[in-house]
C-alpha cells in the first residue's frame, strides 16, 4: 500500500507563490504516475497537473497553462507542485495521488477515478 502526504498547504496572499510537496512511500515511487487535484468548497474534485514515474512526461490542467509546474526528486520519494500568481480561485484542498497505470487516454489523466492511492490533503488558503 502506498502512502502519501502532502504539506506545504496554509494561508497565502494573492500573486504569491505556492509549493507544496508530496512525500511517496514504498520502494516503487519511482515507477508511479502522481498527480495533484484540488477541491473547494462544494465543487468536485479539479485536476491540477500530473507527472510520469521518470518525470519525462507532465501533463498541466489547461485552465492552469503558465503558472503551474510538477516535478519529483525520486531519491526523496517526493513530488513537487508549484503555482505562481495565486487568487482567491485557488483556495482548496490539494490532494496528491497515485497509479501504477498509464493512461490510454489523454483525458483518463483527469478523472480521480483513475488513482489508487491519495494522501488526505493539504488545505490553501489565498486572500485577497
Known amino acids: 500500500q502506498v502512502q502519501l502526504v502532502e504539506s506545504g498547504g496554509g494561508l497565502m496572499q494573492a500573486g504569491e507563490s505556492l509549493g507544496l510537496s508530496c512525500v511517496g512511500s514504498g520502494s516503487t515511487f519511482s515507477t508511479l504516475l502522481v498527480a495533484w487535484f484540488r477541491q473547494a468548497p462544494a465543487k468536485e474534485r479539479e485536476f491540477v497537473a500530473a507527472l510520469s514515474g521518470t518525470g519525462s512526461h507532465s501533463v498541466i490542467g489547461d485552465s492552469k497553462k503558465g503558472r503551474v509546474s510538477i516535478s519529483r526528486d525520486n531519491s526523496r520519494n517526493t513530488v513537487f507542485l508549484q503555482m505562481s500568481n495565486l487568487t482567491a480561485g485557488d483556495t482548496a484542498v490539494y490532494y496528491c495521488?497515485?497509479?501504477?497505470?498509464?493512461?490510454?487516454?489523454?483525458?483518463?489523466?483527469?478523472?480521480?477515478?483513475?488513482?489508487?492511492?491519495w494522501g488526505q490533503g493539504t488545505q490553501v488558503t489565498v486572500s485577497s
Open positions: 495521488c497515485a497509479s501504477p497505470f498509464l493512461p490510454f487516454r489523454p483525458s483518463e489523466y483527469e478523472k480521480p477515478s483513475f488513482y489508487q492511492h
